[in-house]
């Protein structure tokens, strides 16, 4: 008897560099300041105040660089994801908005997808207790989910996914500490005048 695994893709983890994490962390306390800021398609009512984002910027080459090993690491392990024939040429991929989200007790930001081709979230500072869920479905078509409660030890770690793969940040409480990860897409990069 066989049993037949059916594919689908994969998320990358991994610990950010010491050197690359602490600068991180100090753009995000450091940003009290920063007026560059753009207002997400999540704002509501109890939805995060994160859903007023602020741009990374001090640290966002640094962060382009780091981020270009996990792009080669995840074609090569996940090698079906670009082979749709969606261009007519190659493409370069192109980091584009890098922002820092800033969540607070009872906040919560719901279920989603992003922008592009690949997306990654950072945790910069967390809560004793707090909760990160992607969701996806099955080939039953049932909704899945996979859970990542989250503790002070899982600060400077770094998820990279697909753009599309829903997820969503659960309200954590009896704290007035602060939820910050840094978030941002990858997208094809396509001058106008070349298509």
Known sequence: MENIVFKNESVLK?????????????????????KDVFVSGLTSESVAKVAKHYYLKDNFNLLDSYLNKFVGEYLKTNNRYLSLPILTKDAPLKLTKVWINYQRENEFIPNHLHDGLFSFVIWINLPNKSSFEFLYTDILGQIQSIEYKLTKDDEGTILFFPSKLRHQVYPFYDTNDVRITISGNILFNINESEV
Not at 17 to 28: A, I, R, T, W, Y
């Open 14 to 34: 991994d610990k950010l560099p010491n050197s690359l994490f602490s600068s991180l962390k100090d753009e995000c306390f450091g940003n009290k300041n920063n």
